[in-house]
């Protein structure tokens, strides 16, 4: 895709990946973009790089607006190589640049590259750079997600380029959130939305209310949001920051998935009549079998619900080994409010149920108890019991998201 013009003299000139399906682990069905942006006046400053692969594309993009060698300013808010992968490269063609970044970034990128001749300025919040008729205003987010993490403002337009936050992985020939305005591809918007926010900030959710809550202490005015990755919010930046702010508070549908591999098919067999319990509750459900599924989309679909069920067979007295695998992905990215309880079949002496409570619990996660296990197959009693199980765990989860939402409401009514 060419250069877009974002705001007057600001343009859009990163690049589209199609064919990523797998970014550093996490599953990419749609693809995504590498987002950067070009502010051309009385001097020219680049904010961010692409993903070296793509760093002809955005180059010919530059080119087609300025000749490259008048870039005076870079900015790296972020030093992850999707979005400072480019930066030998550039700095090969403008040697004199003056490189902006925080203090951790600059640390970072002296691991990745030779920057012994780069011109560095290390940033704060508040720091600011006036290029003419525009101004850049740093704003440090660590952790949001990386230690070196910071955003770039442009008072004068009221931009804020805000790095990885708020962005999607979602390859796209749209730029911008106004261009989704059927019901179906809003809703793929705010599911990529989530998904971004599942695998990546969910750690982060108490920072995230906090550099928010500071953006607005800055007194910024926004008026649009220019993340580095996906869909430009234009038309309603307001509504990411609340969708952020939603997520950050846990807030989720009253909804259950289970989660669940199997050996010999037993587990499977189990996820049916619980299956049928949890529908009997008039509860939303979904099933997720682990060896099928990318670990990515089965963790957004446990963000997305207010309960899960963890079906695991028992494999030398331990959960079996994918199930294992998806807890340790869950437990980096410490997830909280949801309720969990666990179910699965076992030959001999069994362990596995047991041992995903000690992880539920190392979680702090909200625990339904107790678990059920089953000798190899389920038979006719223990479908009955399997389908109780799933109706009182539904049951359950709706007291636990309303009690939820109440308090939810009485914190809100409060600030
Ligand atoms: Fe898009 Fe943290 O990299």
Known sequence: MKAIEIKPNIFWVGALDWGVRDFHGYVTPNGTTYNNYLIVDEEVTLVDTVKDDFSKTMLDNIRNIIDPNRIEHIVINHIEPDHAGSLNTLMELIPQANLYLSEKGKRGLERHFDTSRWKIEVVKTGTTVKTGQKTLMFIETPMLHWPDSMMTYIPEDKLLISQDAFGQHYATTSRFDDEFTTQFSIYELEDAVKDYYANILMPFGKLIKSKIAEINKLGLEIDMIAPDHGIIWRKDPGKVLNLYLDMADGKTDERVVIIYDTMWKS?????????????????????????????????????????????????????????????????????????????????????????????????????????????????????????????????????????????????????
């Open 267 to 415: 587990t499977t067999r189990m996820t049916q009549p619980i299956l049928l319990g949890v529908r009997d509750a008039d509860m939303d459900a979904k099933v997720i079998k682990l060896r099928a599924t990318p670990m990515s989309v089965a963790i957004k679909e446990f963000w997305k619900s207010r309960g899960c069920l963890l079906g695991t067979p028992t494999l030398n007295n331990i959960m079996f080994p994918s199930v294992a695998e998806f807890l340790t992905h869950l437990r980096g990215l410490r997830p909280k409010h949801r309720m969990v309880g666990a179910f699965g079949s076992f030959g001999w002496g069994g362990g596995a149920v047991r041992e995903a409570y000690q992880e539920f619990k190392r979680m702090k996660l909200e625990i339904y108890e107790p678990g059920l296990e089953v000798m190899y197959r389920p038979s006719l009693e223990d479908e009955e019991r399997l389908y109780q199980f799933g109706r009182e765990f539904a049951m359950q989860v709706r007291a636990y998201h309303r009690k939820f939402q109440e308090a939810s409401s009485t914190t809100a009514r409060k600030a």
